[in-house]
Every structure is written in C-alpha cells, then in structure tokens.
C-alpha cells in the first residue's frame, strides 16, 4: 500500500475516532464543547506527562511505595511497561487537565446512577499501572480507597456525563436534574 492510500485509508478512521462518523459529517454531541475544552488544556497533559517520563526509571519504586507491594519492584520491567502505558492513558484521558479543571467552570446539576461493572476502562482505559484483574476476569484497584485514591481524578468518577463518554462507561449514566421551580413558595 502506498504511502497516499495509507493516509487516505487512515483518515476516516481518525474523523471517527475524534466524533465525524464519516468525511463531512458533523461531530457526535459528546464530542462538543466539553471535549475542546479538554483539548485547550492538552499542554497541561503532555508537560505532566513529559516530566514523569523523566522520572520513569523511578516508576516501579514510586508504584511498590504507594501500593504498599513491592511485586511493583520486583518484576520492574513489567512495571516500567505498564508505567509508560498509564502515562499515554494519562494525557489521552486528560486526567491531569480534568483534576486541575474541577470546579473551575460551572457545570449543568447532573445526576450520576449506576453501579459499576468492573470493565476497567475508567482506569485510564485498562492502563492504569494499579489496575489488577480478578480470576473472574473483573477489573480491581490495588489501591482503591487509600487516601492517594481519593485525592486522584479516580476518586470522584464518574463525575458527569463527561467522563462517561470519555471512558464510554457501560456502567453508569448521568441524567440532568431539572432546577427548582423559583415560583415556588414555602409558608
């Protein structure tokens, strides 16, 4: 295949990727407002990124520390793999630009239902380096409800119908919440 029909083959796959269903057609809803503002602050993403690429010889030592396992040591090319793997989930996730965003812009009152399936795509889609399957073949956080947990972009998803459709969750959908009614009276 040619270098031109290569390109040409690629291209709507890419329109598709980025919300176009096919060339000319206009982008999905959920690749609206939100998803530029997420590529606004791309730059925020890809300097973290680059910064702990650095640091990324360190990756398997930081990972045994935070999880308390040092398996993470042990098998350190392994998790040097998986390091650099959670780090392109990172930026394609924007989960450094989305942690430093929140509540930074208001957002229409939603309601999250759901329970989850355990598919792993909300650990930056099956790259996270703690993400860990069960026998059952069910996704498990080796560091879910530790105090690193909570204070990661982790800990509060879903969030909104947002990072739903960024992780195109099966397990939980958001809904808005109508406002109150302001002629309402109390007595």
Known sequence: MS???????????????RGASAVGAAPRE??????????????????????MGLLLPLAPVVASLIARDRRY???????????????????????????????RAPRPPERVTGACTHCGRCCLDRRCVFLDWTAQGES?????????????????????????????????????????DRHETSI
């Open 73 to 103: 040591f042990t098998a350190y090319g392994r998790t040097l793999l998986r390091a650099a793997g959670h780090l392109r989930g990172q930026v394609r996730s924007a989960a450094v630009s989305r942690y430093w965003r929140n509540g």
């Open 140 to 180: 498990r956080c080796r560091i879910h409800g530790t105090a690193f947990w909570q204070r990661l972009a982790c800990g509060r998803y879903p969030e909104s119908a947002f990072h739903i459709a960024l992780y195109d969750c099966p397990s939980f959908r958001a809904e808005p919440v109508a406002p109150p």
């Open 30 to 51: 959920d690749y609206s407002a939100a998803m530029r503002t997420r590529n606004r602050h791309r730059w925020l993403d890809l300097t973290v990124a680059g910064l």
């Open 3 to 17: 270098v031109g029909a290569r390109s040409r083959a690629v291209g709507p796959v890419w329109r598709a990727a």
